[in-house]
């Protein structure tokens, strides 16, 4: 498993396209984990409606590879 750390608009968009697991991290620590609803420039939220800003956190989708 190889884990991306989800940066850009662009990823975080592809991650709701395809419904890809993201976790967010607050201070190295796991805080939430599911399928991403929106974002924006500030913030990121979850379905269910857990929100996190983007400035506070590290955000990271795994990826499974046919080897693992």
Do not use: W
């Amino acid at each position: 498993m190889k884990q991306i750390i989800i940066n850009t608009d662009s990823q975080f968009q592809h991650c709701i396209e395809t419904n890809a697991i993201v976790e967010a991290l607050f201070q190295g620590e796991v805080s939430y984990f599911g399928i991403l609803e929106t974002f924006t420039d500030a913030t990121v939220m979850f379905q269910g409606g857990a929100y996190f800003l983007r400035e506070n956190c590290e955000f990271r989708m795994a990826l499974f590879l046919i080897n693992d």
